[in-house]
């Protein structure tokens, strides 16, 4: 059974940073791209950012280009999220998924909370 | 970016009934959209990929259809289970986008 698992995600002042860390099992991740999407409390969804299987390349949305950064480590089938500079919009629950372009695995999220 | 707009924000039904909603790419995706439910609380569920596809275990009562800048998903025979919020999302080029989601709310 493929499982997700987030966690990291606590309390934080703005201009901090924190890393986020998606754990799974089930399934061959090395042969997976990853995705990191989140949800601000009452919005809707945002796509922030992908790896490749292989750790080659990643893709961004501008609204996190430069403060975040993604990372895997395969051995571990783990999944990380860095970021950086964090502001009270980043505020979200914040899920990993598995897949190319359709995303059929979500893990129950991570919430992250940045305020003062 | 490509702008998804989705159409209706909201729709109030009653059991039985059938509903469409809409979502409109800014630039052609092909068939690169999919639909997501996600109920209150929980984290998004894939209905829909590539426009029209049910995914597994998905009940027929959910179809998608549509190619280009033009989508539609409809529910027939809404049930009171298919209280949510339903997203599509093109992934045709990154980054990826949502629509903005249509609630659905049962009389």
């Known amino acids: 059974e493929v499982q997700l698992a987030e966690s990291g995600g606590v309390l934080v002042q703005p201009g901090s940073s924190l890393k986020l860390s998606c754990v799974a099992s089930?399934?061959?991740?090395?042969?997976?791209?990853m995705h990191w999407f989140r949800q601000a409390p009452k919005k809707g969804l945002e796509w922030i950012g992908m790896?490749?299987?292989?750790?080659?390349?990643?893709y961004f949305a501008d609204s996190v280009k430069g403060r975040f950064t993604i990372s895997r480590d395969n051995s571990k089938n783990a999944l990380f999220l860095e970021m950086n500079s964090l502001r009270s919009e980043d505020t979200a629950m914040y899920y990993c998924?598995?897949?190319?372009?359709?995303?059929?695995?979500w893990g129950q999220g991570t919430l992250v909370t940045v305020s003062s | 970016d490509i702008v998804m707009t989705q159409s209706p924000t909201s729709m109030s039904i009653s059991v039985g009934d059938r509903v469409t909603m809409n979502c409109k790419a800014s630039?052609?995706?092909?068939?690169?959209v999919d639909w997501y439910q996600q109920k209150t609380g929980q984290s998004p569920k894939l209905l829909i990929y590539?426009?029209?596809n049910r995914y597994t275990g998905v009940l027929d009562r959910f179809t998608g259809s549509g190619s280009g800048t033009d989508f539609t998903f409809t529910i027939s025979n809404v049930q009171a289970e298919d209280l949510a919020v339903y997203y599509c999302?093109?992934?045709?080029?990154?980054?990826?986008?949502f629509g903005s989601g249509t609630k659905l709310e049962i009389k």
């Open positions: 999302m093109q992934s045709d080029s990154y980054p990826f986008t």
């Open positions: 630039q052609n995706v092909g068939s690169n």
């Open positions: 790896i490749y299987y292989d750790g080659s390349h990643n």
């Open positions: 998924t598995k897949g190319t372009s359709t995303f059929d695995y």
């Open positions: 089930g399934f061959a991740f090395s042969n997976y791209n």
């Open positions: 590539k426009a029209s």
